[in-house]
Structure formats: C-alpha cells, structure tokens
C-alpha cells in the first residue's frame, strides 16, 4: 500500500494509530533514501502529508477530551435585566482565566458571543422541553440542529445538560421521560458525528439521596432508584460523569444548630470521623461528593466519576437564612477555589482530582425565592467582584481580551490558516 492510501486508511482509523504510523515512515524514509534519493521534491510532498495529517487529526485530538478542562468552572445564570451583556462576560471570563461555564438554556447571543473565546460551555436543555425530546429522536435532531449545530466548531460547545434536578423534582412525569430523552439527543449526536466532541450529562440535586451521612452511608431514595439505575446504566455506557449540585451553605442553612459553620466553609474545625471507612472530614464540601460516590457505588457504578455542577454559597439572606453573609461568601469561594487548584481528590476518592463549576458568575435580580437565591453571584450586575477572592472584575483589558494560549493558538482559526498557507507554498514547489 503507497504512503498515500495509509495516510487515508488511517484518518479514518483514528488518531492513536496516525503517530505511531509517523513514526515508523519517517525512521524508514531516513534510513532508505536520506541522503541519496531524497529530492527536495519528496521531501516537500511527504511534510505536506504531514501537515494534512496534523490538521485532520488534531481537531478529533482536542474534541475527544471531556467536557471540563482543569477543575475549576462558573453558571453562567441570566435571570437577570441589568447583567453584563454575553461580549463583556467573555472578556470578564478570559482576565479571570476561567475555562468552563454552564448556561441553563442555548441563547444565540451568547454561544455567538463565545466564539473563538476557548471557554467551554455545557448549554442547558430546559425541562420544559424533555416531553417533547422524549417522543422521538427527530425532536432532538431539529433541538441540536437549531440551538447547537450552527454554533460549531467556532464556539466550543462541550456538553448538553438534558434538564436539571429532574430526579429530585416532584414531578414524576419528569422522571419518567429524563431517560428516553438523554438517549434521543445522544443518538441524534451520534448521527451528527458530534458524541466525541459533546457529552450529554443531567445533573441532580442532593434530593436524590436518602440518606448522606457519614459519607460511607450514601445512598439512592428507593423510589428513584427505579428511574436512577436505567440512566446511570446509560451513563456509564456512553462515559458520562454523574453531575451532583452540591451546596454545604444549604445543609447548613437547614439545621445551623448541629453543624459547625467552619465545617462548611473549609476552615479549622475538629472535621468528622466515618467509622466504616475510618477516613476523616475536615470540610462537608468533600463529605457531599463521597456520600455519593458512596451511593453510587452501592448499585453498582464504583468507577463512575462524579463533577459537581453547582455549588456556592450566597452572601445575603432573608432573617431565616443562617449563614448567608458577605464574610461567609467569601470564605466558602475562595477556600474552594483553593481547594479545586490544588486538584487532589476526596478521602474516598484521592486519586480522581475534583471538578467543580460554582454557582453563579453574577447576582440575578430576578430569581424568585428567598433573598438568597438573588444573592450568589462571584460579580455584582456591574461586573465588579462582589468580594475578593482573587479576580478583577471587568475591565477593558486589551490584552485579556486578545491573549492568545498555546492550546487555542491550536484549536482555532490560526492553525488551520498556517496548515494551509504552508500547504499552498509547499504545492507551488511542485511546479
């Protein structure tokens, strides 16, 4: 078989196989026909080929990773009439160096805002939707076709959240059509050619559990098991992390008078013991992710990792919100951002670093609930920190804003305008 037909046998194989091809043919060229035969000619078609090979594989390279990069990320929640607009949130994100963000829906004016920004983004689909999506993968073709297709690949779109705390919701008509409708995006995807670049993913509340402590203790509600079991099966077949929302300022909130509040924000305390394990807790953060990986691992999903797709802590309240202050706010942030740079796992899992996207980038004016639910944001509505926990807030950085990283440089528009000016010059040698 000629260099040619290997290198399109193997674009089409994968590009595990495509290095270790390079390899071998550039030992073999070296030693066969350098110095004698080589013309300059040759030469110049075989690093063409190279080039054709770089700029078709990469791309499936950068794609096949999962949908977080590092372990820290933001929700990027817009329920909102005075929050920046989505250009100024992507120059907000690049100065804080902020690589992942969650949406709750696919707003055409922020995936359009985002491209070329190298933030990855898991865009929501609503629960309002799920019915719908449930009937027929067709329903999911035209979902994808619409609200994420044409943003691709400009916009780096890594994840589609199928609903949200469906399983600890108390709509069980919601449960019961959260499944078909995860398998229909994912199999519209598949048809798209789209399942190695976006992963789809639900993330659910600690509703799901019945009981989360110790952490050992961990474990599924009987009554959602049944519908919890199919989809983490599914889960699991098609290499989707379970999502968790994961929030200690709640617990703490709900029973202030037992639990310790330097517990919850990851400052000293005496921790707590779990005797099964006789592993040790210094902070509840960690405490929440093992109980469910304790749970999960009870029905039989041990190896399944866990992403925390929200967690924060707000910084006012209502009377009754315990623990809802400006002090404890910034406590609980900046001691998980900490934690997350760090990227050690828990006690139970200490080789599988934590991933956390924190709730929210900015205070939404117009969330309904208690005060608090307004109240979570990292910015205020100005774009300004709502307290130092080592970002600047907005500002017109012409450099934060331009900044290209080397990972980029190799994911955008640049690398392929260099693949193919090189491949233009090197074919005129031909003439």
């Not at 924190?358 to 939404?364: C, D, H, T, Y």
Request: hydrophobic content about 40%; overall charge neutral.
């Amino acid at each position: 078989m000629g260099f040619l037909s290997q290198v399109l046998e193997l674009l089409n194989t994968g590009s595990h196989r495509i290095s270790s091809f390079l390899q071998v043919e550039c030992y073999s060229l070296h030693n066969l026909v350098f110095p004698s035969s080589l013309t300059m000619k040759d030469f110049s078609s075989f690093f063409l080929w190279l080039l054709l090979i770089f700029f078709f594989a990469t791309p499936n390279v950068i794609l096949t990773a999962h949908a977080f990069t590092g372990t820290y990320g933001v929700c990027y929640g817009r329920i909102a009439d005075n929050i920046p607009a989505p250009s100024s949130v992507v120059t907000l994100l690049r100065a804080a160096k902020i690589k992942n963000i969650r949406i709750y829906d696919a707003d055409q004016s922020v995936l359009t805002a985002f491209k070329n920004s190298g933030i990855e983004i898991v865009v929501g689909l609503g629960n309002e939707y799920l019915k719908d999506i449930s009937v027929g993968e067709d329903r999911a073709m035209n979902w994808i076709k619409e609200n994420v297709q044409p943003y691709l690949p400009g916009t780096s779109i890594r994840g589609i959240a199928v609903g949200n705390e469906i399983l600890g919701s108390t709509d069980p008509e919601l449960w019961e059509v959260l499944l078909p409708a995860a398998e229909n995006v994912y199999n519209a995807l598949h048809r798209l050619g789209l399942t190695n670049s976006i992963q789809v993913q639900t993330a659910h509340s600690e509703a799901v559990f019945a009981t989360s402590y110790p952490p050992s203790a961990g474990a599924f509600k009987e009554d959602v098991l049944q519908y919890m079991k199919p989809l983490l099966q599914f889960f699991s077949r098609i290499g989707s992390p379970f999502y968790i929302n994961a929030y200690p300022f709640l617990a703490y909130k709900s029973d202030p008078e037992h639990i310790d509040v330097n517990y919850a924000l990851f400052q000293s305390n005496q921790g707590i013991h779990d005797d099964k394990t006789n592993l040790h807790y210094d902070n509840m953060f960690e405490a929440q992710v093992d109980a469910a990986y304790a749970a999960l691992e009870k029905v039989g999903f041990p190896k399944m990792e866990i992403i925390v797709s929200e967690t924060g802590w707000a910084s006012k309240g209502d009377a009754d919100e315990a623990g809802a202050t400006m002090k404890n706010a910034k406590a609980y942030n900046s001691n998980l951002r900490k934690k997350l740079a760090k990227k050690k796992g828990t006690p139970y899992r200490p080789k599988i670093a934590v991933k956390a996207y924190v709730f929210a980038l900015f205070n939404e004016n117009l969330k309904p609930g208690p005060t608090s639910e307004r109240n979570f944001g990292l910015f205020k509505a100005d774009g300004s920190i709502s307290y130092d926990i080592g970002f600047t807030g907005l500002v017109s950085s012409k450099a934060a804003s331009t900044r290209i990283s080397f990972k980029e440089f190799f994911s955008s528009s640049y690398m392929l305008a260099l693949t193919t000016g090189a491949a233009v010059l090197l074919l005129n040698s031909f003439s």
